[in-house]
């Protein structure tokens, strides 16, 4: 009886790790068979795909630094690629607070938080190179802005600002003054050197120069804004330095507009004036209007340009001539023109000043009398100078000749008729 007990207990038991060993089978070619269609899967999304992603992805989530503290944003590379290299785009929220170069490279300029956000773009180069290694595939770049939170806290170390400030902001001046630009102190160096750097629209380039030494020059009337910069020199930097040791060195990109106003240095009257009111002459006169010297210029020149009410009764040319044609009153209206060479002497004797003409012209009365004995009057006068003196061979004059010699003849033969009846 205890043997089929025994015997019963041992089937049982086989029986038991049997059904065990079988359960155990079963798990392990579930296992493989669930990894190998896991492989297959990623296989075939890999063979659709077929494209990298050259969104930038960047080795930083927030920048926090201190005032003139610095640093490099880095961007991953390409998977199985290296050495791959680009132009950095950083937009500041408040660039008061932080610098961002195309290299990635920042810097604190003064405390506060803002943001940034951050792009990148790989040159031609590196395209090339991942084409080269990936060319069966499509490179992609996502269009999403990448933002980084930024804190900028003051510095526990010296730091020395060196963004120029300059002694003037505006500039009022009169034609041909000049000035000189300067720049403030910078880091206990009293005076700084270096280059001045002006920025002249096109157009206004002419109002004002600006020289590498500051120097400053009116030119003519206008007004501009220009854009004035300063480049310290080494020897200056390094003096800076050698004054603050330990201290950050920082400056500020911020432009400075200079407004420029230039005004003539004087004005002049050089409205022409006629040096007569009226022209009084006979048929064939002849004579010369002139005009009124300007003061301190000696010998000028110019032209007429005369409107005649009635052109026959007298002609004038551009040269101020005039001559009597015929009998009769009418008035002229006159205005001149100062020639090229009389307005460079002026400019020359005044320079700066800005020249004006009063608007209108002036009106001279003409009056033309008949003259039966022509006469011609000199150049330079407006009225006859007198009476004409005959000429030997004029027929009037012989007239007078013969009466007068027949007058004396009778008078000769009276005076011997009287004569002889005294003796008789």
């Given amino acids: 009886m205890k043997r089929i007990k025994g015997l019963l207990l041992g089937i049982l038991f086989s029986s038991v790790c049997l059904s065990f060993s079988t359960i155990s089978f079963a798990t392990e070619d579930g296992s493989e068979a669930e990894v190998e269609v896991t492989k297959t899967t990623e296989a075939k999304i890999a063979e659709v795909k077929k494209e990298i992603d050259l969104t930038p992805k960047f080795k ?85 802005i990448q933002e980084v939170p930024v804190e900028v806290t003051a510095s526990k170390e010296k730091s020395v600002d060196i963004t120029p400030n300059f002694n003037v902001g505006t500039i009022s001046a009169k034609i041909g003054e000049t000035g000189q630009f300067k720049v403030a102190p910078m880091g206990g160096v009293a005076n700084p050197k270096g280059t001045y750097l002006a920025y002249i629209p096109d157009n206004a380039k002419g109002i004002i120069t600006v020289e590498a030494d500051g120097k400053w020059t009116a030119l003519k009337t206008g007004t501009v804004e220009i854009v004035l910069d300063f480049q310290l020199s080494d020897e200056s930097h390094k003096e800076i330095q050698d004054k603050n040791p330990g201290s950050i060195i920082t400056t500020r990109a911020i432009a400075s507009l200079i407004k420029v106003e230039v005004k003539p240095a004087g004005t002049l009257n050089i409205t022409p004036r006629i040096d007569i009111t009226s022209i009084d002459g006979k048929v064939g006169d002849t004579g010369q209007i002139k005009v009124k010297p300007i003061e301190g210029i000696e010998e000028t020149a110019g032209s007429f340009v005369t409107s005649i009410k009635e052109p026959s009764i007298i002609k004038i040319d551009a040269d101020g001539k005039w001559t009597a044609l015929e009998a009769g009153t009418t008035s002229v209206m006159f205005t001149y023109s100062w020639s090229d060479e009389t307005m460079k002497k002026l400019a020359e004797k005044y320079p700066g000043y800005e020249f004006y003409v009063e608007e209108g012209a002036q009106v001279v009365e003409v009056n033309i009398t008949e003259n039966k004995i022509a006469s011609t009057k000199p150049v330079g006068t407006t009225k ?23 007058l004396v003849f009778l008078t000769a033969i009276g005076w011997y008729k009287k004569e002889s009846l005294n003796r008789e």
């Fill in 384 to 406: 006859p100078t007198g009476k004409q003196l005959p000429a030997t061979n004029d027929s009037s004059t012989n007239l007078t000749l013969v009466t007068g010699l027949f």
């Fill in 60 to 144: 930083i989530k927030e920048i926090k630094t201190d005032v003139g503290g610095k640093g490099t944003v880095e961007v991953e590379q390409v998977e199985g690629m290296k050495d791959l290299k680009g132009t950095f785009k950083a937009t500041i929220a408040d660039q008061s607070i932080l610098s961002i170069n195309d290299q990635g490279q920042w810097q604190g300029l003064k405390s506060g938080k803002t943001k940034a956000t951050l792009d990148f773009e790989w040159d031609k180069e590196s395209i090339q190179k991942i084409q080269e290694k990936y060319p069966d595939h499509q490179l992609v770049k996502k269009d999403t």
